[in-house]
């Protein structure tokens, strides 16, 4: 889940995405993306698939999140305790493999490379995670190398776990930093700007309640693109169960308008 708090009606309140929510937005992008992903064409569609459900592991927790005790909060994704976040990228990690093994490795390695990155990643039970799933990574790999005799198999892997990072990164990126129509400008937001040069910038326009995004280069097959996802409301203060939580939630619509730069009013 990514927890934001927005300024609704004059009050506080917590704008909570699904991480599945999150995924989607990302594998909207992947799909509509003009240049292949992976070097490799028979991958493209298996690729693109991992990243539109690189976090499907967290559908049934998303359903009754947990809260932080110490706040009554729901857990954001970045303040989950470290083994039950484990676990959920387990279930994302299954459910990619029941796509096909190069989506299982390119999840695996995703989680993978955000546990390394941690700062629990010597911790013990880190270690035997990352034991586990790397030799689970491979063996996927090898599988798919099976399937695929004339694949590079090695620069596939690299290529379909840069394509989930990617992705992951601009929908995080758009979630968790960019402006979101609840709330007018109140400080100018910085581009996104990712390693090819492409560069995402937010404009304070909210016409028919979504934000527009002006892209540059433009990078996708289509004209404009429409994206929404669905979330919850809800106002900030300490919930003392999940049920007062979910009692007091109310369904919520994110809406993104891609377009090229100096083009506006998309519908």
């Known amino acids: 889940m990514i927890r934001r708090t927005i300024n609704l009606d004059g009050a506080p309140h917590w704008l909570l995405i699904p991480q599945p929510a999150h995924a989607g937005l990302s594998g909207a992008l992947a799909a509509a993306w003009r240049a292949p992903i992976v070097s490799y064409p028979p991958a493209e569609d298996e690729v693109r698939q991992a990243i539109l459900r690189h976090d499907d592991g967290w559908a049934a927790w998303e359903r009754r999140p947990e809260l932080d ?18 676990q959920l990228w387990e279930g994302s990690i299954a459910a990619a493999s029941a796509i096909g093994p190069l989506a299982g490795s390119a999840v695996a390695g995703h989680f993978l490379k955000l546990l390394e990155t941690s700062d629990e990643a010597d911790e013990p039970f880190a270690v035997a995670w990352t034991d586990k799933n790397a030799a689970l990574r491979s063996n996927l790999l090898t599988r798919y190398a099976a399937r695929r005799p004339d694949a590079d198999i090695d620069a596939l892997a690299a290529e379909s776990l840069a394509a989930v990072r990617l992705f992951d990164w601009i929908s995080l990126w758009l979630c968790c930093y960019g402006p979101l129509g609840y709330q007018d400008f109140e400080q100018p937001i910085e581009p996104l700007v990712t390693d090819d040069g492409t560069t995402f910038t937010p404009h304070a326009m909210y016409l028919d309640g979504a934000v527009h995004v002006a892209v540059d280069p433009w990078p996708l097959n289509q004209d404009r693109l429409a994206c929404d996802i669905r979330g919850l409301c809800t106002s900030v203060r300490c919930y003392l169960s999940t049920d007062e939580l ?3 939630s109310r369904p919520s619509r994110i809406r993104w308008r891609f377009h090229p730069e100096g083009v506006h009013g998309v519908g």
Not at 76 to 86: K, N, Q
């Open 69 to 86: 005790p110490a706040t009554g909060a729901p857990y954001s994704f970045t303040e989950l305790p470290r083994p039950t976040a484990l």
């Open 246 to 248: 979910v009692a007091n």
